[in-house]
């Protein structure tokens, strides 16, 4: 067990382009979820899986973003003509059906 | 709609002085509340499941109950290692509009000082 990993850690990017964030999560996990962190806030709920349906997708979220998990394994998370008010830190978790959720350690986007 | 608030934001404490957080929960039909910790520039660290009122957790220096309506962390003596922010999250009856997600407070800031 190597626990939930995402790639990339850092990513920069100019305003309106698009962006793809992975997201590996723990082998034996059912549910993989996505959230946005700013800073002093805590994780804002963007969508989740289980397995590979995407069950539930935030109403805040726009239609820039969208997020896939072929097969049931690791899942992407695209964002389209990104603004500025994207940048954030990215964060996949992952959990055995209903218990505590494992964490990766984000991807934290700047947009300029 | 969930909601969830931590009290207080920050909390600054002297090493081995004992102190509680606090959690205020509104959820349709809960399945479960959450105690992470998260320290700067990582993901969340999973620490403790709640499933009903009554229900305690310990762990080292810490111990995490549960009532209907809130969630204290108790940290007894705490060291400096402690410091980090400590977030509290609900997940709701699939029967609820916010099924499958968890709600997550903005966290409480523990500093403890040697």
């Known amino acids: 067990d190597t626990g939930v990993s995402q790639d990339p850690r850092h990513k920069i990017t100019k305003r309106g382009q698009n962006v793809t964030f992975r997201c590996d999560p723990i082998s034996e996990h059912n549910r993989l979820y996505w959230y946005r962190q700013t800073l002093g806030q805590g994780p804002e709920f963007l969508t989740y899986f289980q397995n590979e349906a995407q069950l539930e997708k935030s109403r805040l979220l726009s239609d820039r973003f969208s997020a896939e998990r072929p097969k049931g394994s690791f899942s992407t998370l695209e964002i389209q003509r990104t603004e500025q008010g994207d940048s954030a830190m990215y964060l996949c978790?992952?959990?055995?059906?209903?218990?505590?959720?494992?964490f990766g350690p984000g991807t934290r986007l700047t947009v300029l | 709609e969930d909601q969830v608030t931590q009290s207080p934001e920050a909390l600054r404490l002297q090493e081995g002085e004992s102190s509680s957080l606090n959690c205020s929960y509104t959820?349709?039909?809960?399945?479960?509340l959450f105690w992470y910790r998260q320290d700067p520039g990582k993901g969340p660290e999973f620490l403790f499941t709640l499933y009903s009122a009554g229900e305690e957790k310990e762990k080292e220096r810490l111990k995490a109950t549960l009532t209907k309506k809130e969630s204290f962390l108790h940290i007894t003596a705490p060291k400096p290692e402690d410091s980090a922010t400590y977030l509290c999250?609900?997940?709701?009856?699939?029967?609820?509009?916010?099924?499958?997600?968890?709600?997550f407070g903005d966290g409480t800031t523990l500093t403890v000082k040697p």
């Open positions: 999250a609900v997940h709701g009856s699939v029967y609820n509009t916010n099924a499958g997600k968890s709600t």
């Open positions: 959820v349709s039909g809960l399945r479960g």
């Open positions: 978790a992952s959990s055995l059906g209903l218990t505590g959720q494992f």
